[in-house]
């Protein structure tokens, strides 16, 4: 691997960080947007439950709130539950963007690399095809050394943008839909709050 490097010469670094970084996202962001820990099962009917037997505390609201994403959308709608239901809702959704702008996070940075991989493999293909023009001579003699670098720095570069790019904007594509499923399982839990802690709906 190390050999493959060399042969790659300089423009073969900036990819390494981009994949780099794109490895540190995914994981990343595979722990955070994890579906009990966003949504977690049960939430709802737990809080309502504890409303009813305890009502809002100041204990139970900071619980709920430091469960999940979804635990401090409630909280913020269990605020403002002696309001109107018109209030209850506004609270929820100024809490739901707050939370749809967090699990947004490095996803703009992981599209950005899928793009900007490619187009660091054509520039190392750009600087090996420069490489390979200058290893013939005015005489007409090709320096055979200079060639075959010129041409793995070609080749590689090329290679490595494309293996960094596709996982890249896999994943990044993945990680938008399951950040707008999550949204939407949110704000129907969130609806179903409102009404049933209004006497609108029983479950």
Known sequence: MIDIIIAAGWPIWPIIFCSIVSLAIIVERFYSLRQG???PQHLLGKTIAQIKTGGATQEMMST???SSPLGRIFVAGLKNLGNTKEAMKEAIEEAG???AQEMDRYLTTLGTIANLAPLLGLLGTIIGMIEIFG???PTGITDPARLAHGI?????NAAFGIIVAVPSLVFYRHFRSTVDSLIVQ???QAVKLVEMTHGNRNN
């Open 37 to 39: 820990a966003v949504v």
């Open 64 to 66: 709920t709130e430091s």
């Open 97 to 99: 963007l707050e939370v």
């Open 135 to 137: 290893a013939s001579t």
């Open 152 to 156: 793995s720095i070609a080749l590689y």
């Open 186 to 188: 949110m704000e129907l």
